[in-house]
């Protein structure tokens, strides 16, 4: 039986309810800005539980200075040589509350070689926690364009990310998955 057939019944795939250490996927998330092509972004990632609901936030400061504009939190959906196969949900479903705007979902697959291609959908977020869908026709091109049309059954990895513009970031995430 395959890691994929295991949650073939399920109507919602949750990655994670961030009430460990790893996602249900065995993996942890990881943090990272643009300093890893010379920018200055800062991020802190913290995981909190405020009236029994764990979270994480990811907050920071977005510059644009030094050719830079991110923060994010990223968790591999597979393995180095075989994609996680999405194709039998409809999207991305997370659980959120912040403030600014400028948060986007990042997705990486099997056609997105070089770490600046990816395929973006954007997303608002508000004082309170609200559930936000993304189907997969929502996602486009990341900035520098990609080779091939985006395919959910080639997942390599997800991020939540403050992009594009100079801001002070703060998001809360209880909850991320696919959903049927």
């Not at 993996?27 to 913290?46: L, Y």
């Not at 949900?89 to 770490?115: M, S």
């Not at 559930?131 to 395919?151: I, K």
């Not at 403050?162 to 703060?170: D, H, I, L, S, W």
Request: hydrophobic residues 35%.
């Amino acid at each position: 039986m395959s890691f994929n057939s295991i949650f073939a019944e399920d109507p919602y795939f949750l990655i994670d309810d961030f009430s460990g250490d790893r996602s249900r996927l065995n993996r942890a998330w990881e943090g990272f800005t643009d300093q890893v092509m010379g920018g200055i972004s800062e991020i802190s990632i913290s995981r909190i539980s405020r009236e029994n609901e764990p979270f994480v936030r990811m907050s920071g400061k977005v510059s644009l200075e030094n050719n830079g504009g991110f923060i994010q939190i990223r968790q591999m959906l597979s393995g180095p040589f075989k994609p996680f196969d999405g194709s039998d949900y409809q999207g991305v479903r997370l659980k959120v509350r912040g403030r600014g705007e400028g948060y986007y979902i990042f997705l990486r697959t099997t056609a997105t070689i070089f770490p600046w291609k990816f395929y973006k959908a954007v997303f608002q977020v508000q004082e309170n926690w609200t559930t936000v869908d993304l189907p997969w026709s929502s996602f486009s091109e990341g900035d520098y364009g990609t080779l091939r049309p985006f395919r959910p059954d080639k997942l390599k990895s997800l991020a939540i990310v403050a992009y594009g513009r100079e801001f002070q970031a703060q998001i809360d995430i209880s909850e991320i998955g696919f959903y049927r």
